[in-house]
């Protein structure tokens, strides 16, 4: 089980990367437009939360890894 997660973790840092790529080049192809009125702002804080995400993401997987790789000696005793 910790395995598989470990296998989805490793992939969430690419993914954050590439919604953040997603998200800028909408931006500067002027494809986006803001309820609020503060279109540069909430994409400023879009862009900095899934930095900040991708971030944590990659600390997770390695987490999620080193756990892995202790559980590979463990067994279950009866």
Same mark, same amino acid.
């Given at each position: 089980?910790? =395995?598989?997660?470990?296998?989805?973790?490793?992939?969430?840092? !690419?993914?954050l990367e590439q919604?953040?790529? +997603?998200?800028?080049? +909408?931006?500067? =192809?002027?494809?986006?437009? %803001?309820?609020?009125?503060? +279109?540069?702002?909430?994409?400023?804080?879009?862009?900095?939360?899934?930095e900040t995400a991708r971030?944590?993401?990659?600390?997770?997987?390695?987490?999620? %890894? !080193?756990?892995?790789?202790?559980?590979?000696?463990?067994?279950?005793?009866?």
């Amino acid at each position: 089980m910790v =395995a598989g997660l470990a296998r989805v973790a490793m992939m969430l840092p !690419q993914a954050l990367e590439q919604a953040g790529i +997603l998200v800028s080049d +909408l931006a500067e =192809a002027g494809r986006l437009r %803001n309820q609020k009125d503060q +279109l540069e702002y909430d994409v400023r804080e879009t862009l900095l939360g899934l930095e900040t995400a991708r971030i944590d993401a990659e600390g997770l997987y390695i987490g999620l %890894n !080193q756990a892995t790789s202790g559980l590979g000696a463990i067994d279950y005793k009866d």
